[in-house]
């Protein structure tokens, strides 16, 4: 998957999830379903899978053995990031712990999830490319 083609899809999901978030938070006025803050969350979660799906990109265009350290080590440090943020976050405000598990976690599983769906085809493209110079 070329960059262009992953910042296209990936807008369409940010779009899509953001519209659904809009929603959720628009609803009703009286009940508070998002956390606060939550549009940094979404931000911050949306422009880290950027930054490691490039990460990734990079080692799978390196090829060779370290391509796989790379991309693992990407992840790796999307999730360490991300944790710490939730500690910075949750030390500076006071929220539901149901209600941020569901929101933090439904969006890191989704840019996450997304990412690996584009490394996958990226990958089998790798794959394909070079069955056909072997033969």
Known sequence: MSWKHFIAIFSCLVVVSGLVAWFFEH???????LVPKFWVI???LSGL????YGISVFGIKNGGENSVYIIMSAIVIKLLF?????????LKFRVNSLF???EFF???FLFTSFEVYALLRNLRHQ????KTRNK
């Open 49 to 52: 899978t950027i930054i490691a």
């Open 100 to 102: 941020f598990a569901l």
């Open 82 to 90: 991300s944790m710490m943020f939730v500690a910075v976050y949750l």
């Open 106 to 108: 439904s969006l890191y």
């Open 127 to 130: 794959n394909k490319t070079e």
């Open 27 to 33: 609803k009703n006025a009286d009940d508070v379903i």
């Open 42 to 44: 979404f931000g911050f």
